[in-house]
């Protein structure tokens, strides 16, 4: 199967540490995007790239937050200096660029833990 | 600004029965809309989506969804639940002008046998 991935699956964390999170997109999908998804709630953008260039950043990512496709293939978002409010599964969908559907496919996701 | 409203955070049906998920939408432009499924331990699926073509979209298993500007809704139905319908449905749009999508807060789906 050759669909989105992440890793690692499960991450727990210190308060006030940095953790790093990779998504591989869906060979030759141009598009990607970052989600967060909190208990209870429909996930949250984050982030778009599309090749290697972040064309939209939502507000939510902060200071702490920064993303990077250095090569437009995997992607990776970094979270530095973590807070328990940061404790979310992260959520990552790749899609090929121009199709009507504009069907995004989802990764299984990284949960994230800040303790 | 454009958001979407899940009207039933839960919503159960008998095994054979009509499923209707409520979605309204807000938005100043005509809306991109789409539903999505997740289901327990997998990733999120598109069911459709809304391309103003036809306001009534047809969707995968047997799902479909009509577009009523003038009640601003997008409700996702179906004529027969079944059991692998049981999951979590979001309706979705896609803020005009810009690749950022909204998710609403997501109606869960029990199928009861």
């Known amino acids: 199967d050759t669909g989105v991935s992440q890793n690692p699956r499960h991450k727990i964390t210190k308060r006030g540490q940095n953790v790093t999170f990779r998504c591989d997109p869906i060979?030759?999908?141009?598009?990607l995007y970052w989600y967060r998804q909190t208990l209870g709630q429909g996930p949250e953008f984050l982030t778009y790239f599309q090749n290697e260039a972040q064309l939209e950043k939502s507000r939510l990512l902060s200071d702490r937050f920064s993303a990077e496709r250095p090569k437009g293939s995997f992607s990776t978002l970094e979270i530095q200096r973590t807070e328990q409010g940061d404790s979310a599964m992260y959520l990552c969908?790749?899609?090929?660029?121009?199709?009507?559907?504009?069907?995004?496919?989802f990764g299984p996701g990284t949960r994230l833990l800040v303790l | 600004a454009q958001s979407v409203t899940q009207l039933d955070s839960h919503v159960s049906v008998s095994e054979g029965t009509p499923v209707l998920l409520r979605c309204n939408y807000s938005s100043s432009y005509s809306p991109s809309l789409f539903w999505y499924v997740q289901h327990p331990n997998k990733g999120l699926q598109l069911l459709l989506k809304y391309t103003s073509a036809a306001t009534l979209v047809k969707g995968i298993n047997g799902f479909e969804a009509e577009f009523k500007k003038s009640e601003t809704s997008f409700h996702l139905t179906k004529p027969s639940a079944h059991m692998s319908d049981a999951a979590e449905y979001f309706c979705?749009?896609?803020?005009?002008?810009?690749?950022?999508?909204?998710f609403g807060t997501g109606t869960r789906l029990k199928v009861l046998a």
């Open positions: 979705v749009v896609r803020v005009g002008g810009t690749y950022k999508y909204i």
């Open positions: 969908a790749s899609r090929p660029g121009r199709t009507p559907q504009e069907t995004q496919y």
């Open positions: 060979s030759e999908h141009n598009r």
